[in-house]
């Protein structure tokens, strides 16, 4: 199947730091993405969705100043948390879908952030 | 709106006897359907998908699930567990017909003992 790539698997930085989490479509195009985000043993939140060349459509809740979302090309998408806070440490997970719609979804293998 | 319900957030079992995560869906239309499994600290593999094509829907590793309408349920089973099938296992619905977000279930956590 199709491959998505997140990068970095691990990152820890301080408080006040921001910090760029990558997803990139390796075989495919991926003219939308979307960011997820788990909390210890628990489900999967929407974040936001990416557009390609537009702005991302976040969801309710979620601070769009403090999670920046940039989809430059087809194949990649970036997550940059800003002036990142204790609380932000979590499991980020980024998909892709292929097209047509409502086919699988390709995940990648999720950037796990501490924040200290 | 599009939800998943599962049913239990545990289940443990004995290696070589079946496996049911139970996951119910609330949807304005005909939904689509995943079950996707996660290993510790990894991503999400898509174990098997409803597309309004079969009911019963056969995946990867031995399992299946079946789209019940009538009971809004799309529970997943496999008839005998191995060790490697312990792991965190989600019921996902798509949002709506014509765009690709996912709705998670809350996750069931698969014990499984020797």
Known sequence: ?????????????????SVKIECRSLDFQATTMFWYRQFPKKSLMLMA????????????????????????????????????????SSFYICS????????????????????? | AQSVTQLD??????????????????SSYSPSLFWYVQHPNKGLQLLLKYTSA?????????FEAEFKKSETSFHLTKPSAHMSDAAEYFCVVSVSYNT???????????????
């Open chain 1, 96 to 116: 892709a879908q292929t097209r047509p719609r409502n086919t699988e979804a390709f995940f990648g293998q999720g950037t796990r952030l501490t924040v200290v």
């Open chain 1, 1 to 17: 199947g199709a491959v998505v790539s997140q990068h970095p698997s691990r990152v820890i930085c301080k408080s006040g730091t």
């Open chain 1, 49 to 88: 969705t990416s557009n390609e060349g537009s702005k991302a459509t976040y969801e309710q809740g979620v601070e769009k100043d403090k999670f920046l979302i940039n989809h430059a090309s087809l194949t990649l998408s970036t997550l940059t948390v800003t002036s990142a806070h204790p609380e932000d």
């Open chain 2, 54 to 62: 079969a009911t019963l829907v056969k995946g990867i590793n031995g």
């Open chain 2, 100 to 114: 690709d977000k996912l709705i998670f279930g809350t996750g069931t956590r698969l014990q499984v003992f020797p």
């Open chain 2, 9 to 26: 957030s545990h289940v443990s079992v004995s290696e070589g006897t079946p496996v049911l995560l139970r996951c119910n869906y609330s």
